[in-house]
């Protein structure tokens, strides 16, 4: 999996923490609600990075 999607998923991690850090602050359920999903959202994918690099190394280990 590329280093830019990585980052890419880490950002969105970092923004739905502000999103539900700034909902919270302002008593704002629906951002801070929003904010939960876009962590999960990020999540989900960072865990499909995760289980695209273990095929690629179970991949590598046939090879060799």
Do not use: C, I, W, Y
């Amino acid at each position: 999996m590329g280093m830019d999607d990585k980052l890419k998923h880490e950002a969105e991690e970092l923004t739905g923490k502000a999103k539900e850090a700034t909902g919270r602050a302002t008593d704002d359920e629906q951002l801070e609600a929003e904010g939960r999903a876009d962590q999960a959202e990020a999540n989900v994918k960072s865990a499909g990075d995760k289980v695209k690099d273990a095929v690629g190394d179970v991949k590598d280990a046939f090879k060799s």
